[in-house]
């Protein structure tokens, strides 16, 4: 549009060419809302990112929300992965430096989790979690 501005031509007269682009790209797989939607949920949950922000993430990207939740697997593993994920990129829960968080420390790091879009008592269960093997056999056992 505004290549076709600067040369003082009307845009309306390559509609046409920007529809049969389209349609060829749709037609031969180019473009597929599908297997978008699911890498963009595999790079989100590696980086820690709760089913709550996903999703919005996604809607924001405009996808349907349909199209959303058939792609998001409920699974609660995948909750806890990705929270464990986050808090270990935030250094929260067994992964603080601070070896003895008082409870003011502890509330943050809920708040922090709990912004991140994790549910109340998933951040609890990490920030109490005394150590990361702790968690990991909850992990593995949950």
Request: net charge neutral; aromatic share 6%; hydrophobic share 35%.
């Amino acid at each position: 549009m505004r290549a076709s501005l600067a040369l003082d031509l009307n845009p309306d007269d390559f509609q046409f060419m920007i529809r049969d682009t389209v349609e060829f790209c749709v037609r031969n797989g180019l473009v597929d809302d599908r297997a978008y939607v699911e890498t963009k949920i595999t790079s989100l949950r590696r980086r820690g990112r709760s089913t709550r922000r996903i999703k919005a993430t996604l809607s924001a990207k405009g996808v349907c929300s349909e199209l959303i939740q058939e792609a998001l697997d409920d699974d609660p593993q995948n909750e806890l992965n990705a929270a464990i994920r986050y808090a270990q990129r935030r250094r929260l829960g067994p992964w603080r430096t601070n070896t003895q968080p008082d409870h003011r420390m502890q509330e943050k790091e809920i708040a922090a989790l709990c912004r991140a879009g994790f549910s109340y008592s998933l951040a609890q269960r990490i920030v109490s979690a005394e150590d990361i093997e702790t968690l990991q056999q909850s992990e593995s056992a949950g």
